[in-house]
């Protein structure tokens, strides 16, 4: 059906003359890698697909340059990592229900008045935790970009699980957290569009702890912007406790790695295991993405995978 699919059954020479074929620079210690030797516009042969998937579970996050897509070339590139995902919420490309249309960040009111709330409340998340399967990746291509700022960060989760105190890993990894729609869109809704949002998309509870499906690393899987509260601990035990692991994700830069948009750049990031923040500081210039996500699966936590 996709690539993936068919890149199952690949030969050993197969991969390895499509890993020869390509460049993988590290960009980050941590996470981050830039792909070259590829061009998006054309079809790809199973063996790069392949190449392309261990290199996104190794480095989390791929980015490519120069990369002048159509909306078709961006919505096949996604078809070979799997099914394709709308969003309940962000508008899409017209005639495309398959690619985001995201417009300075994820609000498109940005002005005098409203960027220094929009600075305050901007949050490092992963997409659409509130669902009870998440999306495996995303793929961004810019469309528009400022001529400064605008650039995007990325953690690497599994880096801050592994640096967390022994006690603490060991307490989290039996614990779930709920995952809620409305903590990042309700708020400019009315009650009643509220009300009909959180039945369709109810709240969610997933292990705090997610071991990823393919490489079997443990990783942070809880955010500031979908998750309200651990589930089980009290009120203040659960603000704690998230308080300090977000403390950990923004405010230590060795998890990070940070992108400079360039016209048609793309960055192609695992959702499984990353966190991204899209920084907005670029008013009054405009900026202009689109996306394509990817269908994933539901998280498993430490317990359940024994």
Do not use: C
């Not at 899409?92 to 009111?109: C, D, K, M, Q, T």
């Amino acid at each position: 059906m996709h690539g993936l699919l068919r890149a199952q059954n690949l030969t050993t020479h197969d991969r390895n003359v499509a890993e020869r074929a390509l460049t993988i620079t590290p960009s980050g210690a941590a996470l981050g890698a830039t792909v070259e030797g590829l061009d998006l516009r054309e079809e790809l042969a199973p063996g790069f697909v392949a190449a392309l998937r261990a290199a996104l579970v190794e480095h989390k996050v791929l980015f490519f340059h120069d990369q002048d897509i159509s909306h078709e070339d961006h919505i096949r590139f996604g078809r070979y990592f799997g099914v394709l995902e709308g969003h309940p919420v962000t508008q899409h490309v017209e005639g495309h229900p398959e690619i985001l249309s995201i417009r300075n960040g994820e609000y498109a009111f940005l002005n005098e008045t409203t960027i220094p709330f929009i600075r305050a409340v901007n949050k490092w998340h992963a997409d659409v935790t509130f669902r009870p399967a998440p999306s495996l990746a995303g793929l961004l291509r810019a469309r528009i970009i400022p001529p400064r700022g605008g650039d995007t960060l990325f953690a690497d989760m599994g880096a801050v699980y592994a640096d967390l105190p022994a006690d603490l890993r060991a307490r989290l990894d039996g614990l779930t957290a709920t995952h809620d729609i409305l903590k990042s869109y309700g708020w400019k809704l009315s009650p009643e569009e509220r009300e009909t949002l959180s039945r369709k998309h109810p709240p969610r509870s997933h292990p705090v702890v997610r071991v990823h499906p393919e490489s079997g690393e443990r990783s942070i899987f809880v955010n500031s912007a979908f998750t309200t509260h651990i589930d089980g601990l009290s009120p203040s035990e659960s603000e704690e406790t998230l308080a300090f692991i977000y403390d950990r994700i923004r405010g230590i830069p060795e998890y990070q790695v940070r992108f400079k948009w360039s016209p048609n750049a793309i960055v192609f990031w695992d959702n499984r295991s990353t966190q991204h923040y899209p920084i907005a500081d670029y008013w009054p210039h405009e900026r202009v993405v689109e996306r394509v996500t990817i269908v994933g699966d539901v998280p498993v936590g430490p317990q359940d995978d024994e």
